[in-house]
C-alpha cells in the first residue's frame, strides 16, 4: 500500500522559530510537493521537487524553503515563522513520467504560530 | 494563469444524488482529477478524466468537456460518509515535474439523514 507519511500532525510554534516539516514517501516517487490549505483557498503549491536537490518554486514560494537530500524525504522550513503560516501543510508525491501523475497525499500537519 | 471554480458547499439527503461542478481556465491543460478529503485527513483519489465524456465508477461518476472547460462530479445514492470536501484538480505540464496539479478551492458536501 503506497504511502506518505507527515513527521506531525500537529505543531504550536512562536512567531520568529525555524520549522521544520518533514515529509517521507515509500513508493520511490521522483516528484514530492509542499502545499499548504486555507479554508476557501484549497490546496496552493509551495514548492516541489522532482529528483533529489532539485528543487522548483510553486505558486506561493515566500517565506519557505525545502531540502531534498534523499529520494524520499522532502522537507519544508519556514526559516522565521510568522502567524501568516498557520496553516494545513500538505506533502504529496508522484511519478514522474506516468502518463496520469495521480499525486498521494499524507495526512497533513496543521501548524499554529502564536 | 489557472482558474478553478467550483461551489463552496452543497446539502443533499442520504440516498439522494448530488452534482458537483467545475470549471476552469487553464494553459496546457492535461487532465483533470477529482479528489475526496475528510475533515483532518489527506485528500483521496476519486477519478482521472482527460478525455471528454463520462467515466463510471460505482457510485461515483466523473464528466469532462474539455471545450467548455467544465466538469462535473456525480455522487449517486448518498451515504452518511460521503459527507467531506470534494477537490477539482486541473493538471497542466509544468517543467520538469511532467505536470502541475492546480486546485479548487474545495466543495463541502454535507449529506442529511
Known amino acids: 500500500d503506497v504511502k506518505v507519511t507527515q513527521s506531525s500532525r500537529y505543531l504550536v510554534k512562536r512567531t520568529g522559530e525555524k520549522v521544520f516539516l518533514e515529509c517521507v514517501q515509500d513508493?520511490?516517487?521522483?516528484?514530492m510537493f509542499w502545499y499548504r490549505q486555507d479554508p476557501g483557498l484549497g490546496l496552493r503549491l509551495i514548492y516541489f521537487?522532482?529528483?533529489?536537490?532539485?528543487?522548483e518554486k510553486g505558486d506561493i514560494p515566500e517565506g519557505y524553503s525545502v531540502s531534498r537530500e534523499k529520494k524520499e524525504r522532502f522537507s519544508l522550513i519556514l526559516e522565521s515563522a510568522s502567524t501568516n503560516q498557520t496553516s494545513m501543510y500538505l506533502c504529496?508525491?508522484?511519478?514522474?513520467?506516468?502518463?496520469?501523475?495521480?499525486?498521494?497525499f499524507g495526512p497533513g500537519t496543521r501548524l499554529t504560530v502564536l | 494563469g489557472q482558474n478553478i471554480d467550483q461551489p463552496t458547499e452543497m446539502t443533499a439527503t442520504e440516498g439522494a444524488i448530488v452534482q458537483i461542478n467545475c470549471t476552469y481556465q487553464?494553459?496546457?491543460?492535461?487532465?483533470l482529477f477529482w479528489y475526496q478529503q475528510h475533515a483532518g485527513e489527506a485528500p483521496t483519489f476519486l477519478s482521472y478524466?482527460?478525455?471528454?465524456g463520462l467515466e463510471e465508477k460505482g457510485r461515483f461518476s466523473s464528466f469532462l468537456s474539455r471545450s467548455k472547460g467544465y466538469s462535473y462530479l456525480l455522487l449517486k445514492e448518498l451515504q452518511m460518509k460521503d459527507s467531506a470536501s470534494y477537490l477539482c484538480?486541473?493538471?497542466?505540464?509544468?517543467?520538469?515535474?511532467?505536470?502541475?496539479?492546480?486546485f479548487g478551492g474545495g466543495t463541502r458536501v454535507l449529506v442529511k439523514p
Open positions: 504529496a508525491s508522484s511519478e514522474r513520467l506516468a502518463v496520469r501523475n495521480e499525486q498521494f
Open positions: 521537487s522532482y529528483d533529489v536537490k532539485m528543487k
Open positions: 513508493m520511490d516517487h521522483e516528484n
Open positions: 478524466n482527460v478525455l471528454d
Open positions: 484538480a486541473v493538471t497542466s505540464v509544468f517543467k520538469a515535474a511532467g505536470n502541475k496539479l492546480t
Open positions: 487553464t494553459s496546457g491543460f492535461n487532465g
